[in-house]
Structures are given as structure tokens and as C-alpha cells.
């Protein structure tokens, strides 16, 4: 808790174009417990082990949200959060089933070093994506809007071939000339 209040902190006050690169890169961290566990170490090494993972979970979380809002258009970004967390949701179970009848097979500090192994080599792949190193955060757009391709929804373009298209509109109830009391544009 204390290192996810501290990663928040951290992500706050962070001004980095590459969000999304930086929050996968700190995902590796995420096998530092288990190579603590996997050790025996004393548990004030296990505390300091999950305070950093803490921070890492958070800066990876928020990078994450800001990548998807930022490049997903308003009107698909529910489905992918939805499928996003189907994915989360589906996957962590699966690993605990096996993990337990795996570490029965070839032993709890091989199957743990097979997770430290494991994470580290997905974070790895997942860095060799271009699209993962190479996508920008906006500094300072309206919230709720992206930037996508020239060529991809309608929208203005710019002298770089980007577009950008207007997010979700601002809603305010009995606005001038509302007689029904329905949401008006603004």
C-alpha cells in the first residue's frame, strides 16, 4: 500500500514522453518478490521487495490508463478496458492453479524462479514491441481527446499527419434553450 501511495506520488510529478515504455520496463520489478521468496531472505527484505513493487504496479497502472485514454477512441475504450481486465482477470487464477501443482513437481524455489524467469523474459518481449517503446503522451491536450494517424478517424490534421479527434463532449443539464431537460452539448 505504502509503495503504491509512493508510486503515485512519483507518477504525479513524472513529465516523460514515454509513459508506456517506462511503465513496462518497471513491470520487470514485479519479479523482485518472487526472488526474494525464492531466496528465504528475512522479511524486512520481503517489505522492501514489495515496496518497490508496489511503486512499480503504479507506475505501470498509470501509464497504462494514460496510454489506452490517450490513444483509444471514447467510443471503444469501455470495450477495451473490459477485454483488458477479462485478460487480468482470466490469467492470474490460471497461473495460481499451476503454480501450486508445479511447485509440487519441481519445487517451490524452482517454480519461484521460474516466475522471476517468466516475468521477466514477458516484460522483455513486450519492450521489444515498437508500437510499446516508441508511443508518446501528449504534454497538455484536452482531457478525453486523441491523437491517431493521418487517415484514421475523422478529425483535423496537423503539419506532422496527425489527427486529432475531439473525446467525449461535455454534457450540462437544462442548458439555454432546453425544454425537455435532456443533456445539451456544449
Known sequence: MAGALVGGVLVARARTRHALRLGVAVV???ALPLLVLSQSAGLALLVVAMFVNG???EL???AWDLSLQ???PQDRLARVYSYDALGSMLSLPLGEMLAGPLAERVGTRTTMLGGVVLVVAVTLAALCSREVRGLTTRSGGPAGSFV???GGPEGTSNEAGETSVPGPL???KDSPG???????AL
Not at 178 to 184: E, I, M, T
Open 55 to 57: 511503486i512499480a504496479i
Open 148 to 150: 491517431a494517424p493521418a
Open 60 to 62: 505501470f497502472s498509470v
Open 70 to 72: 490517450e490513444n483509444i
Open 28 to 30: 520487470a520489478l514485479d
Open 178 to 184: 432546453s425544454d425537455d431537460g435532456a443533456p445539451r
Open 170 to 172: 461535455a454534457y450540462e
